[in-house]
């Protein structure tokens, strides 16, 4: 359950950050200004949040980039955060969208369009086994670096909100809800997205050689 900004404890020294939520340490800061709260919330998604900006933009300077301008939003916007309102999807939700916008502005925007039909479930778990094995560190093996490598390929030629919903519920754990809301649809429509996507990459890693 959460509080509400005036039933927020302003705890300045000896805080145990850690056992907050992340939605009363951003209505903390947000009430108190103790850069502490933001911090926390800083260090909880560094890793995460930066995993998905590398494997949606592809660099990590970028990703650097993107990750330090969505934080400066978040801050800068902190004060329109409601009470009853969940972070994560929002973080998301304005990373994603800046990241879009640099795409835009790099001209490396997908414009793939497909009709796919709605894959089964067998197949979108399938497929989420390779991808989640993807993640954006060397890999030992060099046959593992391969098949990462045309993985990836696969997703970044998927039409832009197949990519979202597939790096957004497969890359980094979000549930088809928490997904949804930080792209602003229905979670029935992020459904159908993610089984399209889903299909389409298997079609392309099938046909790849």
């Not at 916007?77 to 640099?102: C, I, M």
């Not at 497929?127 to 696969?154: L, N, Q, S, W, Y």
């Not at 998927?158 to 809301?181: N, S, W």
Request: with cysteine; charged share 25%.
């Amino acid at each position: 359950m959460f509080r509400t900004a005036n039933e927020i404890t302003t705890l300045v020294t000896g805080c145990t950050w850690t056992d907050w939520t992340d939605e009363d340490l951003l209505l903390e800061y947000q009430c108190t200004g103790v850069r502490e709260a933001f911090d926390e919330l800083v260090h909880r998604y560094e890793r995460e949040l930066y995993s998905y900006l590398y494997r949606y933009l592809g660099n990590s300077a970028n990703a650097e980039d993107i990750f330090q301008k969505t934080f400066l939003i978040v801050l800068q916007e902190s004060g329109k955060f409601d009470a009853g309102r969940v972070f994560r999807p929002w973080l998301y939700r304005v990373a994603t969208n800046e990241a879009v916008n640099h795409l835009r502005k790099t001209k490396r925007f997908s414009v793939v369009s497909i009709d796919a039909q709605r894959g089964n479930d067998d197949d979108a778990f399938c497929i989420a086994d390779t991808v989640a094995g993807t993640e954006p560190e060397p890999f030992e093996d060099p046959m593992d670096r391969e098949i990462a490598g045309k993985v990836r390929e696969a997703v970044d030629a998927l039409p832009e909100q197949m990519r979202q919903a597939i790096y957004m519920v497969y890359f980094q754990g979000l549930t088809y809800r928490e997904a949804a809301d930080a792209v602003g649809i229905h979670y029935t429509a992020l459904s159908g997205r993610l089984n399209r996507g889903i299909e389409k990459l298997n079609f392309l890693l099938k046909n790849v050689g």
